[in-house]
Antibody, heavy 122, light 107 residues
């Protein structure tokens, strides 16, 4: 059974940093691209970032480019999102989602974790 | 970025009704469209990819169609467990983008 378990969320002040993690199991992690998608309270889905199977390619939404960094450790079956210079508008539930492909191109998101909540507030 | 516009934003229908949700892209995306179902407090569930291919395990009452800029998700006979918000997503071009969602309620 595919499982994605996010962690690392919490309450953080504007301008500070936070690192999210996603632990994967139930599939061959290093065969697939993985993404972060967020959902602000009561709002829709917003793609944040994605990384290819071998970390060779990454992508970011304009809203987080230059502030967030995605990475993965295939030996640990884990995905990360380093979030710097956090803003109030980054407040959201952050989901880790598995792609159906190894590369970033043509990514659909076939399995999702339950999310970790990030709240940016003073 | 490619914008996806879903309509309606919400609907209410009876069990057994045929329900159709539309998704319009701001530019042509071929068949690079997926649909997701999200129930309250839950993660999205992958339903359809390539505009019309049903993901394994998804009930056959769900179907998708369209190409280019206009797409539809149809539920042929609405069931109580289909009460949820539905999102389209394009994967033709980065950044990946989602529609604003359609909330389906049961009368």
């Amino acid at each position: 059974e595919v499982q994605l378990v996010e962690s690392g969320g919490g309450l953080v002040q504007p301008g500070r940093s936070l690192r999210l993690s996603c632990a994967a199991s139930g599939f061959t992690f290093n065969n697939y691209a993985i993404h972060w998608v967020r959902q602000a309270p009561g709002k829709g889905l917003e793609w944040v970032s994605g990384i290819s199977w071998n970390s060779g390619n990454t992508g970011y939404a304009d809203s987080v480019k230059g502030r967030f960094t995605i990475s993965r450790d295939n030996a640990k079956n884990s995905l990360y999102l380093q979030m710097n210079s956090l803003r109030a508008e980054d407040t959201a539930l952050y989901y880790c989602a598995k792609s159906g492909r190894s590369i970033l191109k043509s990514s659909t998101l076939d399995y999702w974790g339950q999310g970790t909540l990030v709240t940016v507030s003073s | 970025a490619i914008q996806l516009t879903q309509s309606p934003s919400s609907l209410s229908a009876s069990v057994g009704d045929r329900v159709t949700i539309t998704c319009r892209a701001s530019q042509g995306i071929g068949s690079a469209l997926a649909w997701y179902q999200q129930k309250p407090g839950k993660a999205p569930k992958f339903l359809i990819y390539d505009a019309s291919t049903l993901q394994s395990g998804v009930p056959s009452r769900f179907s998708g169609s369209g190409s280019g800029t206009d797409f539809t998700l149809t539920i042929s006979s609405l069931q109580p467990e289909d009460s949820a918000t539905y999102y389209c997503q394009q994967f033709n071009t980065y950044p990946l983008t989602f529609g604003g969602g359609t909330k389906v309620e049961i009368k």
